[in-house]
């Protein structure tokens, strides 16, 4: 099946990516600040951005842009082509400093606040960043200058921090206006890294291409336009909120209201007061709202679109929202940093029929399910997942290793078995990597296992997830302890969570640790077994409960 009837966008293939044939849309900006520049011409006095106190319109948050731009190539000589990474929580300078990375023709890099200091290290210097601008409450984190040579400044924002420079005197009139470049639409925007199943993250490279077209899919295939408001509980640092929600609202001239951090009541609270018609969170976050006492009492009337992914979104959930919230309807979404967000969407009025699955391919998307050779499988048999189109990556930064082992002639390997139905839907039936995903966060077993052989009471390793009724799964460490030889002291769960915390993301680090004597349980080959490992983690949640 094609997207619904309706859809009527002209389309058109072209070449892209040195011979990738992908169609497009035909009709389409050429990149992120030509598209801005347009919206905030036409839409100058609508609210663009809401956090907190802060209410900006798009003609004030335009010349934040402008200013921010015209300074960092004043003060920083940044221009095309250059890193800017960006370490932060969901804030107002974030937004900024990406439109003005566009506006230069520079690269962002987004780097999640709940990074620690060797994923920031590996990161912004692989990433060969020439500016970091870092939330003032999280620069003791950032790594020392030793070790990042291409680092040429560090800039604060919400607030001070001892050896970096202040964010407000980018925000003064910039002695000269910024003459925009040239863009090539296939130039690369932003680096988003993506956790590895080696454990070293890759940096998927996000072109003006990539992201025009997912913000016009959102557009198209969500009905989405300038009366829009978006709540962003989401990390904006991750192309969900990056992507689909900022980039996707400001694309259609509609409002991103931003919560720094999701608490259930909290995002009822604002939906309320801020009338808000649209949202993408992660099941967990449904959940969590519809527990909150006194869910009823807020008018959450004006909330017509719920959009959701990351995870699969349980039946009770589903039929629970549909009874409180008649007025809400229901698109799931499925798709990675790879694919720039969506790769299928859930059409209207459908979920109930396709409950099972993520939707249909989204217009300019070619989905296909392949056999271990590549060979595609007929329509309802079971395969990896490979997905082509404008919107997939061209490949990862400085990366070449992967670039040939993930694609192949233009399609990304995602790494997921699934099976397109007789109608064209897609149902994710299992991973092949070992992949956590812990409340829409994904959590890959090798990079927390690489962490945890370091600690020196650690022999042996190995990381599962188990089932968790509102996370989806929590990370679960299987450790052979490694005694320490001058006294036999025994091995401290806490110990290595702390040491764990101190080196990975909070939501990486392992909740729960069952020590095994001897060695894990290994099969012919010599692999461990995680089978087991995951059965006898649900045994052992099961018995405590």
């Not at 969407?345 to 989204?362: A, K, Q």
């Not at 990862?396 to 670039?403: C, F, G, I, R, S």
């Not at 009724?469 to 052979?480: D, I, N, T």
Request: glycine share 8%.
């Amino acid at each position: 099946m094609a997207w619904p009837d309706d859809f009527d966008t002209p389309l058109r293939r072209e070449a892209h990516f040195d011979g990738r044939m992908v169609r497009c849309f035909t009709e389409r900006p050429n990149d992120i600040d030509a598209r801005f520049r347009a919206v905030a011409a036409q839409h100058g006095a609508r609210e663009a951005l809401v956090l907190d106190e802060t209410r900006l319109s798009y003609r004030e948050l335009d010349r934040a842009v402008a200013a921010v731009a015209g300074n960092l190539a004043a003060r920083y000589g940044i221009g095309v082509g250059d890193r800017v990474a960006l370490y932060s929580g969901n804030c107002v300078e974030f937004v900024t400093i990406v439109l003005a990375c566009a506006r230069l023709g520079a690269i962002s890099v987004p780097l999640g606040h709940r990074l620690q200091t060797p994923e920031l290290e590996y990161m912004i210097g692989h990433s060969g960043a020439k500016l970091l601008a870092v939330e003032a409450a999280l620069a003791d984190r950032v790594p020392a200058r030793a070790a990042l040579p291409d680092l040429a400044a560090v800039v604060a924002f919400e607030g001070d921090a001892p050896g970096c420079d202040a964010f407000a005197p980018l925000l003064a009139p910039a002695t000269a206006p910024v003459s925009a470049p040239d863009i090539d639409e296939e130039s690369v925007a932003a680096i988003l890294y993506t956790s590895g199943t080696t454990g070293r993250s890759k940096g998927a490279t996000l072109t003006h291409f990539n992201i025009i077209h997912t913000v016009l899919h959102y557009q198209h295939c969500m009905g989405m336009n300038e009366t829009d408001r978006t709540l962003m509980a989401v990390p904006i640092t991750h192309v969900t909120g990056m992507v689909a929600q900022l980039l996707s609202l400001l694309n259609v001239g509609g409002c991103v209201v931003m919560m720094r951090e999701f608490k259930a009541r909290a995002a009822l609270e604002v939906t309320a007061r801020e009338r808000i018609t649209h949202s993408i969170m992660v099941p967990a976050m449904y959940n969590l709202m519809l527990r909150e006492p006194g869910f009823e009492s807020f008018d959450l009337s004006a909330m017509k679109m719920g959009g959701f992914g990351g995870a699969p979104m349980p039946e009770a959930t589903i039929a629970e929202l549909q009874r409180r919230l008649p007025n809400l309807t229901l698109r799931n979404a499925y798709g990675a940093t790879e694919t720039t967000s969506p790769t299928t969407i859930m059409p209207p009025g459908r979920i109930s029929d396709h409950r099972h699955t993520v939707g249909l391919p989204v217009p300019c998307a070619d989905v296909l399910v392949v056999d271990e050779t590549g060979r595609e499988v007929p329509t309802g048999e079971t395969g990896e997942i490979w997905i082509a189109g404008p919107m997939v990556v061209p490949g990862y930064w400085d990366n070449p290793e992967a670039n040939a082992s993930e694609f192949t002639g233009g399609y990304w390997h995602s790494g997921d078995i699934g099976r397109l139905d007789a109608d064209g839907y897609l149902e994710i039936r299992d991973r092949i990597k070992d992949m956590i995903n812990r409340a829409g966060y994904k959590v890959f077993s090798a990079e927390v296992e690489n962490v945890l052989a370091q600690h020196p009471a650690v022999a042996e390793c190995a990381v599962v997830g188990r089932p968790d009724p509102v996370l989806g799964e929590r990370v679960h460490a299987f450790v052979v302890p490694a005694f320490d030889a001058r006294g036999g002291e025994a091995f401290s769960a806490e110990a290595v969570k702390r040491y764990c915390a101190e080196r990975l993301a909070d939501y990486k680090v392992p909740e729960a640790y069952t020590t095994v004597d001897g060695a894990l349980p290994r099969n012919a080959n010599g692999k461990i077994m995680k089978p087991e490992l995951r059965r006898r983690a649900i045994a052992e949640t099961a018995a405590r409960d």
